[in-house]
């Protein structure tokens, strides 16, 4: 396949000039000229630098990797045929769809971009966080800096020393059974070669992991409240909130507290604090 820089160049402006800033969360500010974001602003969304981000639309510079244009297709909000168009005209194959895809879609990252005053994040059917809102960073750390094996919580819980921090105690014994039960029930649906089948690989040595595989739970849920500990504020007592994209089987979970309860309060101060947590 070959790489058409005429057209990966007409195709990253138009779709820059289509987006306003309010559609990917941030703010219009004045004596805006551009009617759509301007180059620095998409780098930024993209992670790369303007001047890289400049020479792509100027049909310079070096062909982009397969991370960056999954960069560039994430920061630009495009949905599956749009980011495959862009792999294409960079002569490449497209990336793979479903749950073990780790592109957001529009509609998600939307309402994400909304959520700037509420704990929320995106997550893969595994529990690997993809993105999170300011205030779900304060509130649980970053957790899409993990990599490997580790982006996902049901791994962490057991291969992290720390990962059951956050979490009460007394729920720990059922969160154990949880992540096992939902980890059998996605290595059934994906298969033998699937990340979760990897995923029970690497803990079958860990002896609490093995017991509770060898009780074959599945469907066992969360429940609707959920309670953490937070190093700074304390115990937190939150209404969580479950939005699918049944396409890419992410979910987006919000998370609340009751106004006027003292976890409300905390998550005031915690929006005013930000976070320490690793």
Not at 9 to 28: I, K, M, T, Y
Not at 60 to 68: A, F, I, K, L, V
Not at 72 to 85: C, F, M, N, Y
Not at 88 to 93: A, D, M, Y
Request: proline share 6%; aromatic share 6%.
């Amino acid at each position: 396949m070959t790489t058409d820089r005429a057209g990966l160049a007409q195709f990253l402006r138009r779709r820059r000039e289509l987006l306003q800033p309010e559609d990917v969360g941030l703010p219009r500010g004045e004596r805006r000229r551009t009617g759509g974001l301007r180059r620095e602003e998409v780098a930024v969304l993209c992670h790369m630098s303007t001047d890289y981000y400049t020479r792509l639309e100027q049909q310079r510079g070096t062909q982009p990797s397969e991370q960056m244009l999954a960069s560039i297709a994430q920061g630009l909000h495009l949905s599956l045929d749009e980011r495959d168009h862009l792999f294409v005209l960079n002569g490449r194959n497209a990336p793979s769809r479903g749950p073990e895809s780790a592109h957001i879609s529009p509609g998600l990252l939307r309402i994400l971009d909304r959520l700037h005053d509420t704990p929320a994040e995106i997550v893969t059917e595994l529990g690997q966080t993809l993105k999170q809102t300011p205030l779900g960073v304060a509130l649980s750390g970053n957790l899409t800096s993990f990599t490997g094996p580790e982006r996902s919580i049901g791994y962490r819980w057991f291969a992290r020393p720390g990962a059951r921090d956050f979490y009460r105690p007394e729920d720990h014994p059922f969160l154990t059974r949880m992540w096992v039960s939902h980890l059998r029930q996605v290595t059934t649906l994906r298969g033998p070669g699937s990340e979760a089948a990897h995923l029970v690989e690497l803990l079958k040595d860990d002896a609490e992991f093995q017991e509770a595989w060898n009780n074959h739970e599945v469907g066992i849920r969360p429940g609707e409240v959920k309670h953490f500990i937070h190093p700074q504020v304390g115990a937190l007592e939150l209404n969580c909130q479950t939005l699918v994209d049944r396409h890419q089987l992410h979910l987006l979970l919000v998370y609340t507290a009751s106004p006027g309860s003292e976890s409300y309060e905390k998550l005031q101060l915690l929006s005013v604090i930000g976070s320490v947590r690793p």
